[in-house]
């Protein structure tokens, strides 16, 4: 069984991890969320090492 689990979350347009996030916890039904602005360098460098839930492919589509 492996460590982490990855979810390419995409879609037909560019939007911000704020909005999906929010997105996703109004399908969750969870209301609330407590938002960190991370830069998208640091991102950036967590996709390469391999060590965000965040796979290449998604984060092209997330906007800037």
């Known amino acids: 069984m492996p460590l982490a689990v990855r979810t390419d979350a995409v ?3 560019p939007m911000s991890t704020a ?4 997105i996703l ?3 969750l039904c969870v209301s609330g969320a407590i938002r960190v602005t991370m830069p998208r360098w640091v991102m950036a460098g967590a996709v390469r090492l391999g ?3 965040v796979a290449r492919e998604g984060m092209a589509v997330l906007a800037v």
Do not use: D, F
Not at 19 to 22: A, I, Q, R
């Open 19 to 22: 909005v999906l996030v929010t």
């Open 51 to 53: 060590i965000s839930p």
């Open 11 to 13: 879609g037909p347009e």
């Open 25 to 27: 916890r109004n399908w």
